[in-house]
């Protein structure tokens, strides 16, 4: 393995400041082989900088490791959007230096990704139901559309009355209890066909979930924040689904072992964004390739944006190719214009 001899991370913003933002590292080894990682920086996520600066940038140059997972103890120092940042990175810088693509280092089987997309429940209906027809013209095979108490039933209903066979996920973003009230919501849902409804209760609550999975036929998707969270939502009967995200869960050696048990669960699975210039979205198209990620995931956007990578990580008919031709992530990586956006840089050794 090629020791990493230089670490490079950059805070980089959409023109003018707009969010999303990420971070994005950029490893060197010796040979010269560079990898690369992304995260995005939701507001108030303010410790990843830190994390990555004082303890994961140093730290990794210090240790020799053989393979990825190596890295596991490293990444235990910091956050898991930090830790994800750099095991992405990490696995990219591998692989190019093997010649051999992510996917299959992972151990992914699927040549192409379906895609899905996600939509924010804004009234009017006529608004939302013409966002998931621009959507579903696009090709995307899913819409999980974001509900709250008080705006859940009538999104859902309309998207549905458009979309008799849409594949369709309701995210109730931890905002529900279990009051009568909202449990008769949550159950009104069932008789839409949802493929699932995504972390209805806070999470932590795995008796809640798993009350409700007992309650309804639609799958429960609780929000998993790291493998401890699965085993245990397992182990309840908290769920029947799993939105594997490589930013939440610390990386792609995280998100690989999520997959392994949740699929040995027989769990549905798939996979959401892991950053919005495209590096990050490449990482999840890899995981997205593994045999238990059987339903649309998302792992593109239509465009609007400035992307790092060429080719970018867009579908063509609502499918994405999993590079399977070029080593690493399986795109190029443009350097210049990373710097460029940039509005915070670290560089170890300096």
């Known amino acids: 393995m090629p020791r990493v001899h230089g670490f490079d991370a950059f805070r980089v913003a959409m023109p003018h400041g707009r969010r999303p933002e990420s971070i994005i590292v950029k490893l060197t080894g010796d040979d010269g082989t560079v990898g690369w990682g992304e995260v995005a920086l939701p507001a108030g996520a303010e410790s990843t900088w830190a994390d990555i600066e004082e303890r994961l940038g140093p730290a990794l140059l210090e240790v020799e490791w053989e393979r990825p997972e190596d890295m596991a103890g490293v990444a235990q120092l910091a956050g898991r959007r930090a830790a994800a940042a750099v095991d992405i990175a990490c696995w990219d810088l591998w692989c190019r230096s093997r010649g051999v693509p992510v996917a299959h280092a992972l151990g992914g089987t699927r040549t192409a990704i379906v895609t899905g997309a996600r939509v924010a429940a804004e009234p009017p209906l006529d608004t939302l139901t013409s966002r998931v027809n621009r959507y579903t013209g696009g ?48 159950e009104a849902l069932d008789s839409y066909g949802l493929m699932a409804i995504e972390h209805p209760f806070p999470a932590g609550d795995l008796a809640a979930h798993a009350r409700l999975q007992l309650r309804t036929a639609t799958s429960i ?40 048990r949740a699929y040995a669960a027989g769990w549905d699975i798939w996979c959401g964004g892991a950053g919005p210039f495209g590096i990050g979205q490449a990482a999840t198209v890899a995981v997205a390739s593994l045999p238990g990620c ?16 060429s080719p970018p990580v867009r579908g063509s008919g609502g499918v994405v190719a999993v590079p399977l031709t070029q080593p690493g992530l399986g795109h190029d990586i443009d350097d210049d214009r990373i710097a460029g956006l940039a509005t915070r840089t670290l560089r170890i050794p300096a």
């Open 139 to 186: 090709g995307f095979a899913r819409i999980t559309v974001a509900i709250r108490p008080g705006w859940d039933i009538e999104p859902v209903r309309a998207i549905r009355h458009a979309f008799p066979a849409l594949a369709l996920v309701a995210d109730a973003g931890g905002r529900y209890s279990e009051s009568r009230e909202h449990l008769t919501t949550l």
């Open 221 to 260: 998707c609780p929000d998993i924040g790291d493998l401890d969270d699965l085993g245990a939502a397992i182990s309840a009967g908290a769920g029947r689904a799993l939105s594997l995200r490589v930013d939440r869960l610390g990386g792609l050696t995280a998100a690989r072992g999520a997959h392994d």
């Open 294 to 309: 059987t339903l649309p995931s998302d792992v593109s956007e239509i465009a609007g944006g400035p992307a790092f990578v």
